[in-house]
């Protein structure tokens, strides 16, 4: 059973930036493409960010040009570099493998 845990939310200011980091229990990033995905009060989860196996991203029109996925096959783990943060990027964040699997989230707050 693969299980994904995320670490790394936090209270920021807006301009202010945030690394998330999801770890795995197993070698899966090499095998499986892996998302990350973000639900704010009241609204549908939403991917935002993912990276294929070939190692080749594409984000939501809404975060592209602010975040960067990234991935250290070696430590098992997904990492979401977040710059910029804007007040509707408030959400719990959480990680995927293959659309399959998904962490318990982690809550990002971005408010002066």
């Known amino acids: 059973q693969v299980q994904l845990v995320e670490s790394g939310g936090g209270s920021v200011q807006p301009g202010g930036s945030l690394r998330l980091s999801c770890a795995a229990s197993?070698?899966?990033?090499?095998?499986?493409?892996m998302g990350w995905y973000r639900q704010a009060p009241g609204k549908q989860q939403e991917l935002i960010a993912r990276i294929l196996t070939s190692g080749t991203t594409d984000y939501t029109d809404a975060v592209k040009g602010r975040f960067t996925i990234s991935r250290d096959n070696a430590k098992n783990t997904l990492y979401l570099q977040m710059d910029n943060l804007k007040a509707e990027d408030a959400a719990v964040y959480s990680c995927g493998a293959n659309g399959l699997y998904w962490g318990p989230g982690t809550q990002v707050t971005v408010s002066s």
């Open positions: 197993q070698d899966i990033l090499t095998f499986y493409w």
